[in-house]
């Protein structure tokens, strides 16, 4: 059993910041935990746009703060991600948030990203594995 908070990983290497500088992410679970699935809380701040395409990866985020516009630039339609509401990048679509205020939510990631992962020019994380270890508390 692993017990921590997002307060616990504050400052270590599993707080990551976005070299764009539009987003935070702490993760609580990565893939050295070896369950099939990463868990991040992430903050994309006020007045940002990071477009993303998690082509080696599925993400369902929920939002628990704040408000952003979301594009699927596979159907051209936009949403508006407000607390309370989801959205399952399940056909890897391309898609952008534009950040109306600090929008903070949960992210799951299948498969479960190293914590080294950030976005390359085309918004995509890279599939990276961990090497065969022992899980590590923290």
Do not use: Q
């Not at 990463?38 to 704040?66: D, Q, R």
Request: aromatic content about 8%; hydrophobic content about 35%.
């Amino acid at each position: 059993m692993i017990v921590r908070s997002f307060k616990d990983i504050e400052g270590t290497d599993r707080h990551v910041k976005a070299a764009s500088g539009t987003w935070e992410s702490k993760r609580i679970v990565l893939a050295k935990e070896r369950v099939g699935f990463s868990l991040h809380e992430t903050i994309l701040y006020a007045g940002t746009e990071t477009s993303m395409w998690y082509a080696n990866h599925v993400e369902a985020v929920v939002c628990v703060e704040g408000e952003a516009e979301l594009t699927d630039h596979e159907s051209g339609l936009t949403h508006s991600i407000t607390p309370g509401t989801m959205y399952l990048l399940d056909g890897h679509e391309r898609h952008t948030l534009r950040v109306k205020e600090d929008f903070r939510c949960l992210c799951v990631f299948n498969p479960p990203v190293t914590g080294r992962e950030d976005h390359d020019e085309n918004g995509v994380y890279p599939l990276l594995t961990e090497p065969e270890a022992e899980t590590e508390e923290v």
